[in-house]
């Protein structure tokens, strides 16, 4: 019988071969692990609250001019509008002061919530109470606040920041009516969907929001992106566990924007006409009493027109006044733009001097050149610290060009001041032609000439008021929505459950491969026949299985056992070994001690006295004897013994239970072992065997610890050196090359003990015993195949 036959070996290489076969022996770990990641992975998407991803477009307008626009409208208003830094509106979005008034507007100070078993939920518009904060009381923030509902009218209010109360339910309220503590103070309201029988005994709570540090973390979560480069439209996005929330808030938060840019671009008109009604207010007292003085002189004098030359001198007048007029409006414009400058008063109120009917040029440009540097400051003041070199850079832009602004200023002021000279010059030649008329008609003129002056004054600002509150009408929002944040059709960004199902799948098989990997990159041992094969030239002669019996004779105790059988074929491949030799010689050894030489020659000499030949097997192990266990005997006497003369080799011949084989144990333990063995007495020793026995089996000591073995190896027709899976280590196959390669000892053969069905490494022995064996394996069930592999997998069993 071919001892192949008996046990069947897969070569460990890694391949995917035995890949996939090492997931196939091992399904019982690759199955427990995939069972748990996958309950792991329904958990987690259980109870994960889902996050939602909403998003709105923006269009920022770029365009300086703007058909329909007040700065069209109105000739000189460009102010009112400038060419825009997508960049900034980007940062002016995200400003805190935008961000912070949508939060007021959405009542998002207070966060509603309800406790389940296992998750709380927030209940946005669908609590069954609202909360009214007392404005006037500085309120606990980000402290949750418990709410349980008693009855119709009544609640129980409790938190581990208030005050303690007797009762264990906290502070009973009604719904309406004000609650107070030394933290909180409030009014709490049913909301249209209060239902006693639903929301009774439930446990709520809500929050009372820090609105800054609430808008600081909308800011952090919302994300604005430019759709295309070459655009000017604005994607604002931004994830959360109630899209309903977050699509309000995006929603709102560009209603503000396009509301607080409308309200800046109208600033310019607002600042202008409070300029001019300044002015009114200052003239109409002048305009009223110069009427009503020119009215009294006309009826105490009779006098209600001019002659020729009055006529003539007014009408010259006349002019002189409208110039006049226009020159001091604008020369007080020039003053109060001085102080504004000089002040250091908000750049964002000064009037455009277009508005006021300045068409310089030079004084326009330095004045839009500073709205636009104050426009970026502030842009990059949302986003950045105050001590960043960009804003260093800019204020210094706006020193400089302040100062060139009040250069300009007191240059125009000067030739202003020039103009007046020059216009009262004028008005003093008129005057003397006026000085030459008649007393009544001189002065009529002279009170007429300050009626007018006044008149004309209060016209040009009227015009003005006009021009800027019909520019103001005229105004629209530079920027729009585009589209709306939306909600419907929105599927959660996270957790997504293709990925968790992946991830569980990719986890459940890497747990038990990475932990296979480990156990075989610590196993230092022999684990395959393959390894020997690759490391020494010293042939195998067979493969034992491993023992499944709890006897240590199983040759004889479960004949048909797939050990029984492998120990049988080995004793044939035997035969072959030495056959001109009638009685043959056999040593069993191995490298280290623990590696079953007594036990399989035990075996080994029983399977051959089962055959019908005469064998003795001999315990030459002086040093940790064995043999006397497996054979259930005395070691009194012994081999030991004949050594030192107390015995005879017939006195230490034991017979046992089975026909045809005798036991030589080692007897007591010598102290010098070697030396016993070296002695003439082991001649005479095999002399006696050898004519009483066809078969002698040596249970020898192990060669790689002690040199015994070799001063019998003279002896031995046939040296089986035992070499045990899992237990010899792979360093030891170097010495077992050496010993074949050196020819120490010349009939060396190696036998592969106690193989195992699966070791779990990537390497199998199988019996293919289609039921000829006993102890052939029974299928195993599922459950008896996770708890084995648990044991396994904690190495509780070997």
Same mark, same amino acid.
């Given at each position: 019988?071919?001892p192949?036959?008996?046990i069947?070996?897969?070569?460990?290489?890694?391949?995917i071969?035995?890949?996939?076969?090492?997931?196939?022996?091992?399904?019982?770990?690759?199955?427990?692990?995939?069972?748990?990641?996958?309950v792991?992975?329904?958990v987690?998407?259980?109870y994960?609250?889902?996050?939602?991803t909403?998003?709105?477009?923006?269009?920022?307008?770029?365009?300086?001019?703007?058909?329909?626009?007040?700065?069209?409208f109105?000739?000189?208003l460009?102010l009112?509008?400038?060419?825009?830094?997508?960049?900034?509106?980007?940062?002016?979005?995200?400003?805190?002061?935008?961000i912070?008034?949508?939060?007021?507007?959405l009542?998002?100070d207070?966060?509603?919530?309800?406790?389940?078993?296992?998750?709380?939920?927030?209940?946005y518009?669908?609590?069954p109470?609202q909360?009214?904060?007392d404005?006037?009381f500085?309120?606990?923030k980000?402290?949750?606040?418990?709410?349980?509902?008693?009855?119709?009218?009544?609640?129980s209010?409790?938190?581990s920041?208030?005050?303690?109360?007797s009762?264990?339910?906290?502070v009973?309220?009604?719904?309406?009516?004000?609650?107070?503590?030394?933290?909180?103070?409030?009014?709490?309201?049913?909301?249209?969907?209060?239902?006693s029988?639903v929301?009774k005994?439930?446990?709520?709570?809500?929050i009372?929001?820090d609105v800054?540090?609430?808008?600081?973390?909308?800011?952090?979560?919302?994300?604005?992106?430019?759709?295309?480069?070459?655009?000017?439209?604005l994607?604002?996005?931004?994830s959360?566990?109630?899209?309903?929330?977050?699509?309000?808030?995006?929603?709102?938060l560009?209603?503000?924007?396009?509301?607080s840019?409308l309200?800046?671009?109208?600033q310019?008109?607002?600042?202008?006409?409070?300029?001019i009604?300044?002015?009114l207010?200052?003239?109409?007292?002048?305009?009223?009493?110069a009427?009503?003085k020119?009215?009294?002189?006309?009826?105490?004098?009779?006098?209600?027109?001019?002659?020729?030359?009055?006529?003539?001198a007014?009408?010259?007048?006349?002019?002189?006044?409208?110039?006049?007029?226009?020159?001091?409006?604008?020369?007080?414009?020039?003053?109060?733009?001085?102080?504004?400058?000089?002040?250091?008063?908000d750049?964002?109120?000064?009037?455009?001097?277009?508005?006021?009917?300045?068409?310089?040029?030079?004084?326009?440009?330095?004045?839009?050149?500073?709205?636009?540097?104050?426009?970026?400051?502030?842009?990059?003041?949302?986003?950045t610290?105050?001590?960043?070199p960009?804003?260093n850079?800019?204020?210094?832009?706006?020193?400089?060009?302040?100062?060139?602004?009040?250069?300009?200023?007191?240059?125009?002021?000067?030739?202003?001041?020039?103009?007046?000279?020059?216009?009262?010059?004028?008005?003093?030649?008129?005057?003397?032609?006026?000085?030459?008329?008649?007393?009544?008609?001189r002065?009529?003129v002279?009170i007429?000439?300050?009626?007018?002056?006044?008149?004309?004054?209060?016209?040009?600002l009227m015009?003005?008021?006009?021009?800027?509150?019909?520019?103001?009408?005229?105004?629209?929002?530079?920027?729009?929505i585009?589209?709306?944040?939306l909600?419907?059709?929105?599927k959660?960004?996270?957790?997504?459950?293709?990925?968790?199902i992946?991830?569980?799948?990719?986890?459940?098989?890497?747990?038990?491969?990475?932990?296979?990997?480990?156990?075989?990159?610590?196993?230092?041992?022999?684990?395959s026949?393959?390894?020997?094969e690759?490391?020494?030239?010293?042939?195998?002669?067979?493969?034992?299985?491993?023992?499944?019996q709890?006897?240590?004779l199983?040759?004889?105790?479960?004949?048909?056992?797939?050990?029984?059988?492998s120990i049988?074929?080995?004793?044939?491949?035997?035969?072959?070994?030495a056959?001109?030799?009638?009685?043959?010689?056999?040593?069993?050894?191995?490298?280290?001690?623990?590696?079953?030489?007594?036990?399989?020659?035990s075996n080994?000499a029983a399977?051959?006295?089962?055959?019908? !030949?005469?064998?003795?097997?001999?315990?030459?192990?002086?040093?940790?004897?064995?043999?006397h266990h497996?054979?259930?005997?005395?070691?009194?006497?012994?081999?030991?013994?004949?050594?030192?003369?107390?015995?005879?080799i017939?006195?230490?011949?034991?017979s046992?239970?089975?026909?045809?084989?005798d036991?030589?144990?080692?007897?007591?333990?010598?102290?010098n072992?070697?030396?016993?063995l070296?002695s003439a007495k082991?001649?005479?020793?095999?002399?006696?065997?050898k004519?009483?026995y066809?078969?002698i089996i040596?249970?020898?000591?192990?060669?790689?610890?002690?040199?015994?073995?070799?001063?019998?190896?003279?002896?031995?027709?046939?040296?089986?050196y035992l070499?045990r899976?899992?237990?010899?280590?792979k360093?030891?196959?170097?010495?077992?090359n050496?010993?074949?390669?050196?020819n120490?000892?010349?009939n060396?053969?190696?036998v592969?003990?106690?193989?195992?069905?699966?070791t779990?490494?990537?390497?199998?022995?199988?019996?293919?015993?289609y039921?000829?064996?006993?102890?052939?394996?029974?299928?195993?069930?599922? !459950?008896g195949?996770?708890?084995?592999?648990?044991?396994?997998?904690?190495?509780?069993e070997?």
């Open positions: 019988m071919n192949s036959t008996a069947t070996e897969e070569p460990q290489g890694i391949n071969k035995s890949i996939f076969h090492l997931v196939l022996r091992n399904w019982y770990w690759y199955t427990l692990s995939l069972i748990f990641c996958s792991c992975g329904w987690y998407l259980r994960t609250p889902a996050v939602y909403v998003s709105a477009s923006l269009l920022i307008k770029e365009d300086k001019n703007k058909i329909g626009g007040a700065e069209n109105l000739d000189g460009e009112l509008s400038s060419s825009r830094n997508v960049q900034n509106e980007i940062e002016l979005i995200r400003s805190f002061s935008n912070s008034e949508a939060i007021k507007e009542n998002f207070v966060s509603y919530f309800e406790q389940g078993n296992i998750k709380v939920a927030e209940l518009n669908l609590s109470f909360v009214k904060l404005t006037n500085t309120q606990v980000n402290k949750p606040i418990y709410i349980t509902i008693l009855s119709d009218s009544t609640f209010i409790h938190s920041h208030t005050e303690n109360t009762s264990d339910h906290g009973v309220c009604k719904f309406g009516e004000h609650c107070h503590s030394n933290n909180y103070s409030f009014i709490i309201h049913k909301t249209k969907i209060f239902s029988a929301h005994n439930t446990e709520y709570y809500f009372i929001n800054e540090d609430l808008s600081h973390q909308y800011s952090a979560k919302l994300n604005i992106d430019l759709v295309d480069k070459k655009s000017s439209v994607k604002l996005s931004m959360g566990l109630l899209p309903v929330k977050e699509s309000d808030f995006l929603n709102k560009c209603e503000v924007y396009i509301e840019g309200e800046e671009k109208n310019t008109a607002v600042n202008t006409i409070y300029f009604d300044n002015q207010n200052q003239i109409t007292d002048s305009l009223q009493g009427e009503n020119l009215e009294r002189f006309r009826s105490n004098e009779k006098i209600m027109d001019l002659g020729s030359a009055a006529t003539n007014v009408n010259q007048l006349d002019l002189l006044e409208k110039e006049r007029a226009e020159l001091i409006v604008k020369d007080r414009y020039y003053h109060y733009l001085l102080d504004y400058l000089s002040y250091d008063y750049i964002k109120k000064i009037i455009a001097p277009s508005a006021m009917g300045i068409q310089d040029a030079q004084l326009n440009n330095l004045i839009a050149e500073l709205h636009i540097l104050n426009t970026e400051k502030t842009s990059l003041g949302f986003s610290q105050s001590a960043n960009a804003v850079i800019l204020e210094l832009k706006i020193d400089n060009t302040k100062k060139s602004l009040i250069e300009t200023l007191k240059n125009i002021i000067k030739a202003s001041e020039i103009a007046i000279n020059d216009n009262q010059n004028r008005l003093n030649r008129i005057q003397l032609l006026i000085n030459k008329l008649p007393s009544n008609e002065s009529l002279n007429q000439r300050k009626f007018l002056l006044n008149e004309n004054i209060y016209n040009y015009q003005k008021r006009i021009e800027a509150g019909i520019a103001k009408a005229a105004n629209l929002a530079d920027n729009k585009i589209n709306k944040a909600v419907s059709g929105k959660p960004v996270s957790p997504k459950k293709q990925i968790v992946m991830i569980c799948l990719v986890i459940g098989l890497l747990i038990p491969s990475i932990i296979l990997y480990i156990r075989y990159s610590l196993n230092d041992t022999i684990t026949r393959e390894m020997i690759q490391s020494t030239k010293c042939p195998i002669i067979g493969s034992i299985a491993h023992n499944s709890k006897n240590q199983p040759i004889i105790t479960a004949s048909k056992s797939a050990i029984s059988e049988r074929s080995l004793r044939i491949n035997l035969q072959y070994l056959a001109d030799k009638k009685n043959k010689v056999i040593g069993i050894s191995s490298s280290i001690s623990g590696e079953g030489k007594t036990f399989f020659s080994l399977s051959i006295a089962l055959s019908g !030949t005469k064998v003795v097997i001999v315990g030459t192990d002086l040093r940790k004897p064995k043999l497996i054979f259930n005997t005395t070691n009194d006497l012994g081999l030991s013994n004949y050594y030192i003369n107390q015995a005879s017939q006195d230490i011949i034991k046992t239970s089975i026909p045809k084989l036991l030589i144990t080692s007897g007591p333990v010598p102290p072992p070697t030396e016993l070296e082991t001649d005479e020793l095999f002399s006696f065997l004519k009483e066809e078969c040596i249970d020898a000591p192990p060669v790689g610890l002690v040199s015994d073995y070799y001063l019998l190896s003279k002896y031995i027709d046939a040296d089986l070499v899976q899992n237990h010899t280590p360093a030891l196959l170097k010495d077992i050496s010993v074949y390669k050196n120490k000892l010349p060396m053969f190696i592969f003990n106690d193989v195992k069905y699966n779990g490494y990537g390497y199998q022995y199988e019996y293919k015993s039921g000829y064996y006993d102890d052939t394996p029974e299928k195993p069930t599922l !459950t195949s996770i708890v084995s592999g648990i044991k396994k997998l904690f190495k509780l070997s």
